[in-house]
């Protein structure tokens, strides 16, 4: 079983900036991905950027140029550096982690708001 933690959001002006942390524990071997997905209100969840083993990134292009993804291997921990956050950046922001057997695991999500 694994377990994933999130913590960051907030509340933050337009071109304001939060980063968002995830940490994993558990019984488990190796991770295969870890990344970020959002839902607003109303929408589907949606893939933010996720990071496999290799460090290989991937981002949706809404947020390309502003947001960074890092992650630490090591420690299990993945985190979103979120820079110039657009009012349509909000929602609610799940780490997600993928074994390498394929088991997906969520985080309970955190709040992202961005707004004058």
């Known amino acids: 079983q694994v377990q994933v933690v999130e913590s960051g959001g907030g509340l933050v002006q337009p071109g304001g900036s939060l980063r968002l942390s995830c940490s994993a524990s558990?019984?488990?071997?190796?991770?295969?991905?870890m990344g970020w997905y959002r839902q607003a209100p109303g929408k589907e969840r949606e893939l933010v950027a996720d990071m496999s083993s290799g460090g290989r990134s991937t981002y949706t292009d809404s947020v390309k140029g502003r947001f960074t993804i890092s992650r630490d291997n090591g420690r299990r921990t993945v985190s979103l550096q979120m820079n110039s956050l657009r009012p349509e950046d909000t929602a609610v922001y799940y780490c997600?982690?993928?074994?390498?057997?394929?088991?997906?695991?969520w985080g309970q999500g955190t709040q992202v708001t961005v707004s004058s």
């Open positions: 558990g019984s488990f071997f190796s991770f295969n991905v």
């Open positions: 997600n982690v993928r074994l390498i057997n394929g088991a997906t695991y």
